[in-house]
Structure formats: structure tokens, C-alpha cells
């Protein structure tokens, strides 16, 4: 028996850019098994609940399709209240046995609100529009806040530029982007 781990499953940059009235929500497609691409073409941003949210998950594609249906089951709660949504589920996944071992983090965005999600109880507004995760997160993030100064440039701008510099730094994210406007 070998004491080398298994290979982890590495990789996405979600990336939520905010400008003017506009919001945008990119992923990239890449799946990587340790040091291998296993698929170029995923897809972790959609719409969830009536389609007026969109998400994007970083992490374990089980457990994010986990946290999708439960903030759907959120949002149905208290409909038309993505922080108030986010905050219960944020809470259950905390509190909840089954629901703390889910490796995943989440974007979710409406259109006055965008918000990170994590299995530690965070649910963070950004102070400038633009919020990142996933391996080449810092990456997307810190070349989108350089780009958001720039006049003239609209959001959808911003993040395709921002994820084309994390897809070319970062080995676990690729161009293949899916991308959601609000």
C-alpha cells in the first residue's frame, strides 16, 4: 500500500464583477484531477430559483449541486431576499451534520446583491463590486479591480479580461467561459 495521496481534484475560477447597473458572473469550464485535465467544458455558473440569481461554485460538483437545491429551497422561503436566503442557508450549513462536510464555495449574485458563501458561515458582500474564488480566484480578482478603473469598460469586459489573465497564470483554469448576465 502506497502512503502517496490520491489525487485531488483541483480547479475553477468564478469570478463576479459588478459595474454601473450591470453584474456578471463568469466561470471557466476546466476539471482537473490531480495533474490531469479530465474536463475542458463544465459548467459552474447557471441561473437557480426563477432565474433572476445567478450562482457559481468552486469545489466538489456534488456538494455544490447540494447547495444550489438548498438555496433554491432558500429563495422559495423568502423570495426576492437573496441576503436573507443566503444568511439561513449559511446558517444550516454550518449547524447541519451532513451539510458541513460539503467542500464547496458559492457566488450568488441578484440585481441589487452579490454575495461569497462558505461552509464557515461567511456570506460576504464585497465593498467594490468584485468578488473571486476557486484556484485562480486571486488571480481574476485582483486583475478585475485593476480593470474596474478604467472608464468605458463594461462589466462583462472587465470579468472576460480578468479570467483571460487567471486562465493564463493559473494552470487550473481554462478559456472555455460560461458567463451570466444580470
Given at each position: ?13 468564478i469570478l ?16 482537473s ?18 432565474g433572476?440569481?445567478v ?11 447540494t447547495l ?13 431576499q ?48 468584485v ?6 480566484g ?25 479570467m ?10 481554462n ?8
Amino acid at each position: 500500500m502506497s502512503d502517496t495521496p490520491l489525487p485531488t481534484w483541483h480547479g475553477t475560477t468564478i469570478l463576479c464583477v459588478r459595474k454601473g447597473d450591470d453584474c456578471v458572473m463568469i466561470g471557466d469550464g476546466q476539471v482537473s484531477l490531480g495533474n490531469t485535465v479530465v474536463k475542458g467544458k463544465a459548467r459552474k455558473v447557471r441561473r437557480i430559483g426563477d432565474g433572476a440569481v445567478v450562482a457559481g461554485f468552486a469545489g466538489a460538483t456534488a456538494d455544490a449541486f447540494t447547495l444550489f437545491e438548498r438555496l433554491e429551497t432558500k429563495l422559495e422561503q423568502y423570495p426576492g431576499q437573496l441576503t436573507r436566503a443566503c444568511v439561513e442557508l449559511a446558517k444550516d450549513w454550518r449547524t447541519d451534520r451532513y451539510l458541513r462536510r460539503l467542500e464547496a464555495m458559492m457566488l450568488v449574485a441578484d440585481q441589487t446583491v452579490s454575495l461569497t458563501l462558505t461552509g464557515t458561515g461567511d456570506v460576504l458582500e464585497p465593498d467594490d463590486g468584485v468578488m473571486a474564488i476557486g484556484s485562480g480566484g486571486n488571480y481574476a480578482l485582483a486583475a478585475a479591480r485593476a480593470l474596474m478603473g478604467v472608464d468605458g469598460i463594461p462589466a462583462e469586459d472587465v470579468a472576460r479580461r480578468a479570467m483571460g489573465i487567471a486562465a493564463d497564470i493559473c494552470v487550473f483554469t481554462n478559456t472555455n467561459f460560461t458567463v451570466e448576465k444580470l
